[in-house]
């Protein structure tokens, strides 16, 4: 290793002066700890406030969830014994040739008040769709009859009764929908 002369040593290891910058001043606050904390801070608490909401957020929507859960949790059981009260009704009208007077048509009349109360208090709701106007959200159109005495549009007969579960479609009533007079 060669060896420098002393003056030539200060020289090299003197700092250059400093250069005059328009944004000195600014570089003075950017370097300064207390205000990089400070956006630190705030930008941590603009996190948190964040984080917070988007928790409260979700607790709000698992909570609708869980009651929606529970509100509907009974729709698939009810679903299949709709398909009951059905078989109940076709029982009925076989049974109603017999004359209303006999036992067998009183006890299915019976079993199926019983049934559709039952049905009803767990917020079952039958849709009544003879006479209406068709509505594609309740209805499910199977055919379309000519008709002079009713309007087109208008169901003319029920083939399968539709139900809502409270506020929901569960089963579209199955209909014939009247397509007016014969041209």
């Given at each position: ?67 929606e859960a ?53 917020g079952l ?31 003319v007969r ?26």
């Amino acid at each position: 290793m060669k060896r420098m002369p002393e003056k030539q040593k200060a020289e090299d290891v003197a700092p250059a002066a400093p250069a005059e910058s328009p944004a000195g001043a600014d570089e003075i606050e950017i370097d300064d700890p207390t205000a990089n904390l400070q956006a630190d801070l705030d930008r941590f608490r603009d996190l948190a406030l964040r984080s917070q909401a988007d928790f409260e957020n979700y607790k709000k929507r698992a909570a609708r969830e869980k009651e929606e859960a529970v509100k509907y949790a009974n729709s698939s059981v009810l679903e299949r014994l709709i398909a009951i009260v059905d078989n109940f009704e076709l029982g009925l009208a076989a049974a109603r040739g017999d004359g209303e007077k006999s036992p067998v048509f009183s006890g299915l009349k019976m079993v199926l008040k019983q049934l559709t109360d039952f049905l009803a208090e767990n917020g079952l709701q039958p849709i009544d769709a003879e006479g209406r106007v068709f509505d594609p959200n309740q209805h499910e159109a199977i055919a379309h009859e000519t008709s002079d005495d009713v309007p087109e549009g208008i169901v003319v007969r029920q083939t399968r009764r539709g139900y809502r579960l409270k506020d929901r479609l569960l089963r579209p009533s199955s209909v014939v929908v009247s397509s007016g007079p014969v041209a």
